[in-house]
């Protein structure tokens, strides 16, 4: 039984994301969600506090879920609140309420899944 299926919605790629069937719905929306923003660092040249720095809209040195939130949908993910919230607090690492770089950078370079 393959495990992985190739996925090409964002990036030439070709990156493997475990195969839909192995998660639950909500680690599938987390999964593609975490693999989309690696995909678009990894095409763009940026780095993650460009991307941090551009998701920070008051400029206060953390993300809140609501600029987080915004952030997504600007990338054009249709996931409700709750799929996004559940994202946020797997991102969350010291479950402070807001990401710090250090977080979104360590969110992102955890396997997604």
């Known amino acids: 039984m ?29 999964a593609y969600i975490i693999w989309s923003l690696k995909e678009a660092l990894a095409r763009s040249a940026s780095r993650v506090i460009d991307l941090f720095l ?4 008051d ?6 879920k609501s600029e987080f939130r915004h952030a997504m949908r600007s990338f054009g993910f249709g996931a409700t609140d709750m799929e996004l919230d559940y994202v946020f607090r797997d991102f969350d690492i ?20």
Do not use: F, M, Y
């Not at 551009?54 to 809209?57: A, E, I, M, N, T």
């Open 59 to 64: 400029a206060s040195g953390s993300i809140s």
């Open 2 to 30: 393959n495990l992985w299926v190739r996925q090409r919605p964002l990036a030439p790629s070709h990156a493997l994301l475990p195969h839909p069937s192995l998660l639950t719905p909500r680690a599938a929306v987390k």
């Open 54 to 57: 551009q998701w920070d809209d």
């Open 94 to 113: 010291d479950k402070g309420g807001n990401l710090s770089c250090v977080e979104v950078n360590e969110g992102l370079r955890r396997r997604a899944g």
